[in-house]
């Protein structure tokens, strides 16, 4: 009968304080990655065909809307151009080039144009947004003063959101120190204790991520505020936001955990350490920047949440600093209500209050991509691509200096500019199974 | 002197005796697991128990009435679930072709020391609150989207979705009205919403396509497009299948823009084009506060049968992500 018993002495001292992680990745030959060859050769004739084709498709298409058929539309111009440059497109292509060729060029403009129609339309949803904010954005007293004593027919100079940020600090403040704690707990829970019963639990929060956020807040609102008695508040709209941020964090959480490398963990469990010294001074120091970013992700879907909150928080337009007594008002919410309004001075003020919200959003996303990228195995990466570039560069040089006169191969060159050293403070990329963005290999 | 007595090979019962500190710390997970658990369970349960009183009230005619009146007895999510599904369907046929686009511009097109960045942008704009998405739908496409619609439903208005009724597309004077806060407008701001997360997940699952497979395409002598088409894509079925649902998912339980847009109907309502529509969330937002105890038991209701369409939704992209090649990784 043996029993591996760990005792305590083993457990404090002897395991080294702080990650233990470079120097066991240093002894660790890099894994070879294979890179992407960088197929993006335009020649002058493609760049002319395109030219040619549009200025053509824009004249057909003017023709067409103001002498054949009545379009008035600018859409229905704009579709008609679009409709002509792809045809026109493919027969210049097809007086040079294969049939091959020609679809490979088509679908290369179909691409283009649909990723800049999107990418477009969405910065163009933010600078709307912010240019029709922009009227109330550079009062002072937007930001100083509430909207207590200003009605809807008062100018800009008048009342402000200060209610609004204080309201939605307060409530997501509420929602991260419930979420937080139970947050990580269940993600640790889920990767230290794998079983059925963890199974289980994955499942539900699993499931709970597709729980449409207006049926949390009715959730809220039967259940607090209906059935228990308390009034529409900040508590009850933090406990409806954290109902909505529990599993985005759990899931985001339990993805970074599992990152962990299995030779850190067992080289803690040789040691002596016991599971939580295991768990408090290596699963949590190797991932603290991956859960912080799942943290602050959570927070930024949080913060924009606006029907939880319309079931729950009650509405006033006065400061309100007390959670737990009286309806307190949050970001969303008040853009909501202000835009109820026909005036375009309340407009105006919650499209400021929108953009005060997406800056709040932008800033966490920042801090999230600033934290994330600095955890010790991204630096590790890169502080190891920076070595292979100067490396490479001094290589480079030799060869040169050996050479001179003669002109070195292009094919010798690295295919991919060595970008990877910025690489991915990248949150969502952070999945199992996936290496982490290794050092640049040169092939 | 006795005789040497040589044990017999026993195999030893491995086993761990934990400390004490280690037992509370595995307690505590438990315990924390367990209260997500109780939470998690609770919502569902507790949406169960407070629809059930409507739920049994109304029968199987809570599927099949298109009215919302519970305090008269006649009410039925016919209408509203019509109005929700053909939301999300106009959203993701918008949203899917852009999202692959980019999804496809970021992992095959785009230059190195841009596709960093626009991963950041795609991401990011993923992150934008609805509320926003909501503004720009009703300040901005609310006026501006009438003239699409207007030819979109005179050309193709032998397609019955696209008829409006009540419009003539012979009268000059026509009012634009019939066209306004229609099912149409409300499924291209939310599109606009799910397109970056949808774009997001392809994206992931596009990058990851193997290099090898990629040269050998390329080695075949097929053009971009056949690596795309070949490799790419069959590699990224998973992503594409799981992305798109996801965003459906999302698109079902979107509020608050489409409660901005849409002018609630409670009649099921096919022409896309035509103003009014519903949706589930729209109805719990613009019912809960005027509800008798009946009323809110019903809005359960509602709001547990959109909760079952999204789960199913969401459990399908799970499953078919966790089965494709590029595996569970989005």
């Known amino acids: 009968m043996a029993v591996v018993e760990v005792t305590p002495e083993l457990t404090g001292a002897d395991v080294p304080r702080g990650p233990v992680l470079p120097d066991v990745l240093e002894t660790r030959p890099a894994p070879r990655r294979e890179v992407r060859r960088q197929l993006s050769g335009v020649r002058v004739s493609d760049l002319l065909n395109v030219c040619g084709a549009g200025v053509a498709a824009f004249a057909l298409a003017a023709l067409v809307c103001t002498v054949l058929a009545p379009v008035t539309s600018p859409l229905g111009f704009v579709a008609i151009t679009v409709c002509l440059f792809l045809a ?171 990152l962990v490398p299995g030779t850190l963990k067992e080289a803690s469990y040789a040691l002596g350490a016991s599971q939580f010294r295991t768990v408090w001074q290596v699963v949590l120091p190797t991932s603290r920047s991956g859960l912080t970013t799942a943290v602050i992700l959570a927070t930024a879907r949080g913060i924009g949440e606006t029907s939880p909150v319309l079931l729950t928080s009650g509405f006033t337009a006065a400061m309100n600093s007390d959670p737990t007594d009286g309806p307190m008002v949050s970001l969303p919410l008040a853009i909501f209500q202000f835009v109820k309004s026909p005036e375009p001075t309340m407009v105006a003020r919650g499209f400021g209050a929108a953009a005060v919200l997406m800056l709040l959003v932008l800033a966490l996303f920042v801090l999230a991509r600033v934290i994330g990228g600095s955890s010790p195995l991204t630096k590790d990466a890169r502080r190891r691509a920076r070595e292979q570039t100067r490396a490479d560069r001094r290589q480079r040089a030799a060869r040169r200096r050996a050479g001179r006169g003669r002109r070195p191969a292009r094919s010798s060159e690295p295919a991919v500019a060595t970008l990877d050293g910025l690489l991915p403070p990248d949150p969502l990329a952070a999945e199992p199974g996936r290496p982490h963005h290794p050092p640049q290999e040169q092939s | 002197m006795s005789a040497i007595n040589v044990a017999t090979d026993a195999p030893r019962r491995l086993g761990t005796r934990r400390s004490w500190g280690d037992r509370a710390f595995r307690g505590t997970l438990y315990a924390g697991g367990a209260a997500v658990l109780v939470i998690m369970g609770l919502v569902g349960v507790f949406l169960l128990i407070r629809a059930w009183d409507a739920l049994h009230r109304a029968g199987w005619s809570f599927f099949t009435t298109a009215a919302w009146e519970p305090d008269s007895g006649n009410f039925g999510i ?50 934008i609150p609805s509320v926003v998405f909501g503004l720009w739908g009703f300040f901005f496409l609310q006026g501006h989207v009438t003239g699409l619609a207007r030819w979109l439903s005179t050309t193709f208005g032998w397609f019955p979705p696209f008829t409006v ?16 806060s229609s099912t149409f407008i409300a499924g291209l701001v939310v599109a606009m919403m799910i397109a970056p997360v949808i774009a997001s997940i392809m994206r992931e699952v596009f990058m990851q396509a193997p290099v090898g497979e990629r040269e050998g395409a390329l080695a075949l002598g097929s053009t971009r497009w056949g690596v795309i088409r070949r490799v790419v894509l069959p590699y990224g079925k998973g992503g594409i299948i799981g992305g798109t649902m996801l965003g459906l998912g999302r698109a079902l339980g979107e509020t608050i823009a489409v409660y901005m847009i849409i002018s609630p109907v ?33 809005l359960m209701g509602a709001g547990l049968a959109l909760f079952l369409m999204t789960l199913v939704v969401n459990f399908a992209a799970s499953s078919v992500v966790a089965r494709s090649r590029s595996g569970a990784s989005s």
């Not at chain 1, 930001?143 to 409530?171: E, K, N, W, Y």
């Not at chain 1, 994955?202 to 949390?216: F, H, Y």
């Not at chain 1, 609102?221 to 009034?231: D, E, V």
């Open chain 1, 88 to 258: 026109l497109y493919a027969l210049l292509v097809s007086l040079t080039e294969s049939g091959v060729s020609v679809r490979d060029k088509l679908v290369t403009v179909v691409v283009h144009g649909a990723a800049f129609t999107l990418l477009a339309g969405l910065v163009f949803v933010v600078v709307f947004t912010f240019s029709r904010g922009a009227a109330a954005l550079p009062h002072l007293n937007f930001f100083t003063q509430d909207m207590a004593l200003a009605g809807p027919l008062d100018p800009l100079s008048d009342g402000g959101i200060r209610h609004a940020i204080v309201g939605t600090l307060i409530q997501i403040s509420i929602a991260l120190v419930i979420t937080i704690p139970l947050g990580l707990v269940t993600a640790v829970f889920l990767s230290e204790l794998p079983g059925r019963f963890a199974r289980l639990v994955r499942t539900v929060v699993e499931a709970m991520t597709a729980l449409p956020s207006i049926v949390a807040g009715l959730f809220v609102y039967a259940t607090l505020i209906l059935a228990l008695g308390i009034p529409k508040s900040g508590i009850a709209a933090a406990t409806a936001i954290s109902i909505m941020m529990l599993p985005i964090m759990v899931r985001s959480a339990d993805v970074v955990l599992r």
């Open chain 2, 78 to 127: 016919a209408a509203i679930l019509v109005g929700t599904i053909l939301i999300a369907a106009v959203a993701v046929s918008v949203a899917v072709p852009l999202a692959l686009g980019v999804a496809l511009y970021i992992s095959e097109y785009a230059p190195a020391r841009l596709r960093q960045p626009l991963v950041s942008v795609v991401d990011l704009m993923a992150a």
């Open chain 2, 266 to 298: 409670f009649a099921v309502q096919w022409h896309v084009l035509a103003n009014g529509g519903s949706s589930v969330s729209s109805l719990i937002a613009l019912r809960y506060g005027e509800s008798t105890p009946f009323g809110t038991s019903a």
């Open chain 2, 165 to 180: 009724p009540g419009s003539d597309p012979h009268d000059p004077l026509a009012t634009a009205t019939v066209y306004t």
